[in-house]
């Protein structure tokens, strides 16, 4: 039988962008199928404009903080539309460097909603009507949108997601944020930076929940303590209704006014349209597409990659898995590996992790071990006023070896790769332990650690 494709892939995101420069570079003639702006969330309103975003918080804190350098300045102003120009240009040159990237590459690019006929075919919805492909195999690779709670009212104005806040089309003096994860958090970080105040609701019993909780407590002490951030933990808002003001009825009791609300409380798969229930796929409950470690679904040819498949929902990730899934489809038998994938909040200071909690870690039954470093004894550190930081290392106390590790302070999402190659090896603390670390660095953070806990090995045994 003969094919239009070797590949289609359907959404343009980090995912499937990544899919298909690798599968061009394997030979396969490869066609990608976008519904809206290429680049998908990471690019358009997410990761990307975000960190536009942080970036002139960060610069905003410096400033705020240079008298203790010795540095002095006059009272600082910021324009917020100029911001908002700032974070726009980003994306615009970020995605037109990822278009060029595809079509330099000869990556058909088809633009409308695609559906599946079977595993094989695919409908193409565009705005002169529908075609249909061939393809020897599909890559599902549709990401994900903001999940809205129920009782839950969005205007985009008043009451709205990461979509609208990215665009920062006003600051409001009173912002409600709902969900404590990185989303909630990164945002917090922004709109404090511009002077917000902001009342961060956490339904669950502890902010950040899914951190290690070393750092989710020191976390807190320096994000929201000395900020103007009020919490509400282990609360939930039953009811928000947009409007001036916005109204929250929270399960306390309580009823909040706030000038705006940002509802950051995790997010879904984008799969319902896609035909899958037709194919005997079954996406259950919660939307994802069930697929193994190569990134197959149960359908031969079809494979699905990225947010909609729920595993580590981040953009490095997707692009990962679809490196994987072209393996595999290359007949190059290749598997995901999670625990070496790290992750990062780039908040001020910032935070990486990768592999186990310590509470993960007793769960699956280790013998764990832990240390903690300071940056408050890091001479980097001191020396260029970022003191607030810590590393944490969780590690198997029977053979040594690091299960996970847990950055807070200043360039956690630069300095985690190192334990992240580290878990990928499957490498011991002692063996991490005679590395050496330029002096001065924060990375000696990470030294210090590896050789307290390679001592505590020896002194145990
Ligand atoms: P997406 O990027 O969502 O792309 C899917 C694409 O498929 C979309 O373009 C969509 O239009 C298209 N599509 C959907 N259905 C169809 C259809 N039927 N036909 C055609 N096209 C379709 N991750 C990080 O790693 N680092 C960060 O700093 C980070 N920051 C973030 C900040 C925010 C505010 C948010 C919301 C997310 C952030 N993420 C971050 C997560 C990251 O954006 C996602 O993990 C990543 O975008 C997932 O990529 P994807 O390719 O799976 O899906």
Not at 106 to 117: A, D, E, H, P, S
Not at 365 to 384: D, E, L, P, Q
Not at 420 to 439: C, W, Y
Request: with cysteine; aromatic share 4%.
């Amino acid at each position: 039988m003969s094919f239009d494709y070797d590949l289609i892939i359907i959404g343009a995101g980090v995912g499937g962008h990544g899919a298909a420069l690798h599968a061009v570079e394997c030979g396969l003639k490869t066609a990608i199928i976008e519904s809206a702006e290429l680049g998908g969330t990471c690019i358009n309103r997410g990761c990307i404009p975000s960190k536009a975003l942080l970036a002139v918080a960060g610069r905003l804190r410096e400033l705020q903080h240079s008298a203790e350098l010795g540095i002095q300045v006059g009272s600082i102003q910021f324009d917020r539309g100029a911001i908002a120009a700032h974070a726009a240009r980003v994306v615009e040159k970020i995605r037109s460097d990822m278009t060029r990237s595809l079509e330099k590459l000869g990556v058909t690019i088809l633009r409308g909603q695609g559906k599946l006929l079977s595993g094989q075919t695919v409908e193409v919805q565009g705005a002169s009507g529908s075609q249909t492909y061939t393809a020897q195999n599909v890559i599902i690779a549709t990401g994900s949108q903001p999940f809205i709670p129920p009782g839950i009212q969005t205007d985009g104005k008043t009451v709205f997601t990461s979509d609208e806040a990215v665009r920062l089309e006003w600051i409001p003096a009173k912002l409600a944020i709902i969900g404590s994860g990185y989303i909630g958090q990164e945002f917090a970080d922004v709109y404090t930076a511009l002077g917000s105040e902001v009342i961060l609701i956490e339904a669950l019993d502890t902010l950040m929940p899914a951190f290690d909780p070393d750092i989710a407590r020191l976390a807190q002490r320096v994000l929201i303590k000395p900020r103007p951030i009020q919490t509400r933990v282990g609360v939930l808002a039953k009811q928000v209704i947009p409007g001036k003001p916005v109204t929250l009825h929270l399960s306390t009791g309580e009823t909040l006014a706030v000038d705006g609300c940002l509802v950051a409380a995790g997010r879904i798969p984008v799969a319902r349209e896609l035909g899958l229930a037709e194919l005997g796929i079954d996406i259950g409950k919660r939307g994802f597409i069930p697929v193994d470690s190569r990134m197959a679904t149960d359908l031969p040819h079809l494979w699905a990659i990225g947010d909609v498949t729920g595993k580590m929902m981040l953009a490095h990730t997707a692009a990962a898995q679809g490196i994987v899934a072209v393996e595999n489809i290359c007949g190059r038998t290749t598997y995901m590996d999670y625990l070496s994938i790290p992750a990062a909040v780039f908040t001020h200071p910032e935070m990486g992790f990768v592999g186990l909690t310590e509470p993960q870690a007793k769960e699956e039954g280790y013998s764990v071990g832990t240390v903690r470093t300071y940056f408050g004894g890091n001479s980097k550190a001191i020396a260029s006023g970022e003191t607030d930081g810590m590393v944490k290392l969780v590690f198997d106390k029977a053979t040594g070896q690091l299960l996970g590790s847990h950055i807070f302070g200043a360039h956690a999402a630069d300095l985690i790769h190192e334990a992240a190659q580290a878990i990928a090896r499957r490498a011991s603390v002692q063996e991490l332990a005679t590395l050496v670390h330029v002096h001065p660095t924060l990375a000696e953070t990470l030294d210090e650690a590896y050789k307290r806990a390679a001592h505590s090995l020896v002194n145990s045994s």
